[in-house]
Structure formats: structure tokens, C-alpha cells
């Protein structure tokens, strides 16, 4: 490729055709998907951070999928909160009232995601976490990870994931208390100090 975009043979630049897919921006994302916790809620939190490559680079056309309880550990079963243009079909957003624990964000141009949902309550011996689903460009199968608060520390002692791994590793599930109710999360797809991820059979 030449700095104007055109590469050595004077061509085009690549196409979508011409890469590694699949592309998850088209169609996938909708309004609000980042926005899971209504607004106002006492419980809401804010989960951000970056999706990085082998080399620490950002990823910019990640995409996430979050799961979560609500406070008291119970996992939703209402209907989904999303309107819909009724010109148009186009969504419109989530209506603010149910919580359905689930939520779809992008990374940016710069490779940040956040999210903002309710604080998640505890599971049975399981520590509170969040679940994601990592899918992009060049990753063959998506990747499944947690996120850890880190004030449940007490818990995360008895929380059979944390429990078998080592303390470099475990640290790669517990996010960073921000303040405000806002928490740190990277995720590393590779390399050092590269994201547990998990395998469900």
C-alpha cells in the first residue's frame, strides 16, 4: 500500500471482500444495546475498556455481548425492552422500564466499549460477574469471558473459576474500581497477560 490509500500496482485499496471477516458492525448493533440498566437506577454501573491485540493495539471493530443477574442474582425472564419505529421498523431504543440483563456494545475507533447496567448479586458459590462474548474481525470462533467486581474479594475466594487459577491470571477477570460507580475492564486477546477466556462444552 502507498500513503494515498492505492496500493504498489496502483489499484484499489482492499475491499471488505479482500480481508479477514467477519464484520460484526453491520446490522448487529442497535441503539441502546450498550445501555442494559434503565436510567436512574440506584444500582447502575458503568463497565468500560479497551479490546487490545497481541501487540497491546486496540481492536476498533470488536463487538461484545454482556450478560448479567440483576442485584439480587436472579437472571431476567421479561420480554425484550426494545421499541421499534412503527414507520420504519427501525429500533428505536430500549424503553427504560425492563432490565434484561443483556446487552450488545462495539468498540470504537480507538478500540473502547463500555457498557452500563446493574450491579450483578451473587449465584449460588459463584462470585458476581458479568459474561461477555467476545466476536471480531479474524477470530474464527468468539470468546467467552467474565468480569469480576473487585469489592466481592470475600467471594471471590470460594468462586470455583477464580479459585484455579493463579493470581496473575485471576487478575485478568476482575476489573478496576474507577470510582463512581465505574469500572475498567481490557480485554487481551492474546499475548501477555492475555484475558482468561473459557470453553463451554
Not at 463487538?63 to 414507520?87: I, K, Q, T
Amino acid at each position: 500500500m502507498t500513503a494515498n490509500g492505492t496500493n504498489a500496482t496502483g489499484g484499489l485499496p482492499p475491499t471488505p471482500s479482500h480481508t479477514v471477516g467477519p464484520f460484526y458492525g453491520y446490522a448487529l448493533p442497535f441503539p441502546g444495546g450498550e445501555e442494559i440498566a434503565p436510567l436512574g437506577h440506584p444500582d447502575t454501573i458503568t463497565v468500560h475498556g479497551y479490546v487490545l491485540d497481541g501487540a497491546g493495539a486496540p481492536v476498533p471493530d470488536a463487538f461484545l455481548e454482556v450478560w448479567g443477574a440483576d442485584p439480587r442474582g436472579n437472571v431476567p425472564a421479561v420480554d425484550g425492552s426494545m421499541r421499534r419505529d412503527p414507520a420504519s421498523g427501525g429500533h428505536l431504543g430500549r424503553n427504560g422500564v425492563e432490565f434484561t440483563g443483556w446487552g450488545r456494545a462495539g468498540t470504537d475507533a480507538d478500540g473502547h466499549w463500555y457498557t452500563r447496567t446493574l450491579r450483578p448479586g451473587s449465584r449460588g458459590r459463584s462470585a458476581p460477574y458479568l459474561s461477555v462474548c467476545v466476536f471480531a474481525r479474524g477470530l474464527l470462533m468468539h470468546l467467552f469471558t467474565r468480569i469480576y467486581l473487585p469489592e466481592d474479594t470475600a467471594a471471590h475466594a470460594a468462586d470455583p473459576l477464580l479459585a484455579g487459577l493463579d493470581g496473575e491470571r485471576r487478575a485478568t477477570l476482575v476489573a478496576r474500581d474507577e470510582g463512581r460507580a465505574t469500572y475498567r475492564f481490557d480485554i487481551r486477546l492474546q499475548g501477555e497477560g492475555e484475558t482468561v477466556f473459557l470453553e463451554y462444552q
